[in-house]
């Protein structure tokens, strides 16, 4: 089975940095996704992490440590338009992709 | 490319009647999910799909609910009777099925049973 946590809800400033967390427990991992869904629309595609490391886009990155079962998500200069939740998925060998339960990121200005 | 494409986009019924719900996956994608997102429960799997074949219904809620899948460019995710706790929005994603090959949503069916 599978077990994907995440912080329910964070806050941060306009300009600033924050990091998201998702931890998780699968059988067989195959790879760990990353997700943005504003408010009244579908979710999109972040990033994917299969290696230990960062990878970084842009104003986002993201890391893994497999051995952990630990993931997150850094945003930089973040703008108001991040505002939105962010959600990880670990899909298994099976490719059941379960989703986390998503973090509810708000900027302030 | 189109996207995944779904329809309705808003489906508003009352409770006992059928509701069906469409999805078109992208072209060459051959995993099909489909799944259910409320604020109390966030985004649930439903049941996915590869090269046409149901193959984890487990997260289907009773037998109410149905899935098919009669070929690779077509699914319906059907409900009935349909029920007031079935309002939610119900997303289809489809992917090629390899290891770094993302989801892609449909823009949703935002359902209400009155």
Known sequence: GQNIDQPTEMTATEGAIVQINCTYQTSGFNGLFWYQQHAGEAPTFLSYNVLDGLEEKGRFSSFLSRSKGYSYLLLKELQMKDSASYLCAAPTYGQNFVFGPGTRLSVLP | ?114
């Not at chain 2, 799997?45 to 009669?70: C, H, Q, T, W």
């Not at chain 2, 099925?97 to 823009?107: E, T, V």
């Open chain 2, 1 to 114: 490319d189109a996207g995944v494409i779904q329809s309705p986009r808003h489906e508003v019924t009352e409770m006992g009647q059928e509701v069906t719900l469409r999805c078109k996956p992208i072209s060459g994608h051959n995993s099909l999910f489909w799944y259910r997102q409320t604020m109390m429960r966030g985004l649930e799997l439903l049941i996915y799909f590869n090269n046409n074949v149901p193959i984890d219904d487990s997260g289907m809620p009773e037998d109410r609910f149905s899935a098919k899948m009669p070929n690779a460019s077509f699914s319906t995710l059907k409900i009935q009777p349909s029920e007031p706790r079935d309002s939610a929005v119900y997303f289809c994603a489809s992917r090629y099925d390899a290891g770094n090959s993302p989801l892609h949503f449909g823009n949703g069916t935002r359902l209400t049973v009155t």
